[in-house]
């Protein structure tokens, strides 16, 4: 029996058992928990995430009681319940008397009641210098001045309910909007251009190229570098304006002078990425479309630095709105387009019969619409309380850190740019008919979206955290947030890995037409792109795990190994072309062959990545998640295989067609949710219970 006196401030009494250990460490496991609300993911994440650290704590006390002293020993009431809550709550009333402390103390940048200089709970309330917070919107910034819609005010908006149920509804419609206005665009340039015709990959590939260029290249370093550098640099005296104006400066001087090298090499710089008969008129064409697309590289780099610099001060909706803006652009060009030069179904016309004013017609608004995607954050920040001014004194403000990383990124990007070229070289050498480079731009838009929508969004709240928590040499931290992104993005990334098989095809017809070239081009390309999802969502966050702590050199190993797995699997079908295989030609396959390369090189990279983060952080407990990964596969199984059947009955009754498939889909994807959810909900899938819970249990309200 224990003879410690009971403490108020736990439940029923438990002070020194392991009951009283265990309701501590839930304490301390919900403070750490990320929230991520603020992202694209919307506000059903905020009461996921309530809901799960709460059955969470319980599953803990369940599983304390056969171990707690015979003074603890107790079944679990609604007292415990209610104390926990009630804990919860004096916790954040604490933060909120802090804050009036410290700004009767006079405080620079303490704004009363607000919340906005919130006292860090990972400190416990530790005098510290100014340090960020992360709230709903990312990390609050604590300066010496703010003005009066600075990013302090802004991190004081979204630190109360109402502010993050307001920048999770803005930045969900952002996301969502800008996905669905890139499915329509790319439903109106395979209309324009076909999918499977020379021109189709000609345009592909020079309307990639910045992209390549900049997203492989200047992308890379920035978003996963320089995010931590500037996250960090909030912490000094003015707000990390300068060392922000250095970075920014830095930044954009380079990017100018790549797109400048870029547009004099034009004609080269697209032939490293086609080599098959680029000449006379296919020579003509494609330089023109690469010299009036090359100046995005630029306005990439703009719009990236800019909407970093708004993510690090808590505004994260314009940044997630923008890219809306441009796809209507580029729409608005291609209905100009597909009106002002209509053509039949096959009629695309050849390279020779391209003119100038169809060449602008096409490309320029491509690249305007880059151009309106990156000056429109301008203002905006400027309402955040930065304004860029130029500075080129790029020595003695911390910047050998971030060059030293920029080093090791860049060489990663070097080497995943040499299994880019392979694998767009053999595309373009595809004949007609054939996946080629314009089908994989359709394919890989069906596999990005899931990826973008849950992975990416989770990562990029998660990241500026855990490069906070690694700054601070807080690992226990840096690995719950990993864990808790391998497992939420878990859910759609296991549900898609089967539901591919089932699904994509009835969306290709549905978005593209029923031809059945298009429909296997882009079709097989993307199910082999989408067995490989899990690893590749796996390798995006153990790659920021390491970022996290300024290490680019180990995500450059695991480069080698993904780029050079995928390349030994990729050169092979350059040899296979003009061969028969399963009583099909060899090109064929190609589009499966280039799939199915990055998802088995993705597998090596997850499984490496693991290996070396045991190596540096020590063990890191997966065992739950795999058990959720497990279940997740048994319900996405049957829920695939009950979608054939249904889909099987349906060809019966009805030839494939646009109409047949767009009727299928609406069919068939409700159903197969259902069944998903159905399923993993009874195998006791916890995160499938949280997330739905809120729902059912306003549905029964109602």
Not at 442 to 471: E, Y
Not at 539 to 559: G, H
Request: aromatic share 8%.
């Amino acid at each position: 029996m224990s003879n410690a006196e009971p403490d108020p401030s736990r439940p029923n009494g438990a002070a020194s058992g392991s009951l009283g250990a265990m309701y501590e460490t839930a304490v301390r496991h919900t403070i750490a928990m990320p929230n991520v609300a603020g992202t694209s993911i919307g506000s059903a994440y905020e009461s996921w995430f309530e809901a799960d650290q709460e059955a969470q704590w319980l599953r803990n006390l369940e599983s304390t009681r056969s171990h707690a002293s015979s003074d603890h020993t107790q079944v679990i009431d609604l007292g415990e319940v209610d104390a926990y809550r009630e804990r919860r709550e004096a916790e954040d009333a604490w933060n909120l008397e802090a804050d009036d402390a410290l700004a009767v103390s006079g405080r620079p940048g303490a704004q009363r009641g607000s919340g906005a200089s919130r006292v860090s709970r990972e400190t416990r309330g530790a005098q510290t210098a100014a340090i960020p917070t992360t709230g709903a919107a990312g990390p609050a910034t604590d300066a010496v001045e703010t003005p009066a819609d600075g990013p302090q005010t802004a991190a004081a908006k979204s630190s109360g309910t109402g502010g993050v149920l307001r920048n999770s509804a803005i930045m969900a419609a952002g996301t969502l909007v800008s996905r669905m206005l890139g499915l329509l665009r790319s439903v109106l340039t395979v209309w324009a251009l076909g999918s499977t015709t020379g021109i189709a990959n000609t345009w592909a590939t020079a309307n990639s190229l910045p992209n390549i260029i900049y997203l492989l290249l200047a992308g890379g370093v920035i978003n996963a570098v320089l995010v931590p550098q500037i996250t960090r640099a909030l912490e000094h005296s003015d707000g990390g304006k300068a060392y922000t104006d250095r970075i920014v400066t830095l930044t954009l001087t380079i990017l100018l002078g790549v797109t400048v090298i870029g547009m004099a090499l034009a004609p080269w710089v697209y032939q490293i990425y086609d080599h098959k008969n680029v000449t006379g008129d296919k020579l003509h064409v494609a330089t023109a479309f690469t010299l009036i697309c090359l100046p995005q590289i630029f306005f990439y780099g703009v719009y990236t630095i800019l909407g970093q610099v708004l993510n690090a001060r808590g505004r994260f909706g314009a940044f997630m709105w923008s890219p809306a803006l441009a796809n209507v652009v580029i729409i608005l060009g291609l209905v100009w387009f597909i009106a002002a030069y209509p053509h039949g179904q096959n009629g695309v016309p050849p390279y020779s019969g391209w003119t100038t004013e169809m060449i602008l017609v096409l490309a320029l608004p491509a690249t305007l619409a880059i151009v309106a995607q990156a000056l429109v954050l301008v203002p905006v920040l400027k309402r955040a309380g930065y304004s860029f001014t130029p500075n080129f004194k790029f020595r003695g403000v911390g910047l050998r850190s971030a060059s030293t990383m920029a080093g090791w990124a860049f060489a990663a990007v070097i080497v995943q740019q040499l299994g880019l070229i392979v694998t767009s070289r053999l595309l373009n050498s595809q004949p007609d008919g054939e996946p080629g480079k314009g089908a994989q731009d359709q394919a890989f838009l069906l596999f990005t979206l899931p990826h973008s929508l849950i992975t990416v969004s989770l990562v990029t709240a998660l990241f500026t955290r855990m490069s906070i928590a690694a700054g601070r040499n807080e690992t226990d931290k840096v690995k719950d947030d990993m864990t808790t992104g391998i497992r939420l993005s878990g859910l759609a990334s296991v549900m898609l890995t089967f539901g591919c098989f089932a699904l994509v095809f009835p969306l290709v017809s549905a978005m593209f037409g029923a031809d059945p070239d298009t429909r296997w081009a882009i079709g097989s390309m993307a199910i082999a792109m989408l067995v490989g999802l899990v690893p590749y969502s796996l390798c995006l966050v153990i790659q920021r795990v390491f970022y996290a702590y300024n290490d680019a050199k180990t995500p450059f190993w695991m480069q080698i190994i993904c780029t050079g797995i995928a390349v030994g699997l990729t050169v092979p079908w350059f040899f296979l072309q003009d061969t028969t295989i399963l009583g099909h030609p060899g090109a064929h396959w190609v589009g499966v062959g280039v799939g199915l390369a990055q998802t088995i090189s993705n597998v090596v990279q997850a499984a490496v990545g693991f290996v070396l983060l045991r190596r540096r952080f020590g063990a890191v407990d997966l065992s739950e998640t795999v058990r959720t990964y497990v279940r997740l596969a048994i319900a996405a199984i049957i829920a695939t295989g009950v979608t054939l059947l249904v889909s099987f009955l349906i060809h019966q009754v009805a030839p494939v067609t646009r109409v047949e498939s767009l009727v299928e889909l609406l069919i068939i994807g409700p159903l197969f949710l259902a069944v998903y959810f159905l399923v993993a909900s009874r195998l006791r899938v916890q995160e499938i219970n949280s997330l739905l819970g809120p729902i059912t249990r306003r549905l029964r309200r109602g």
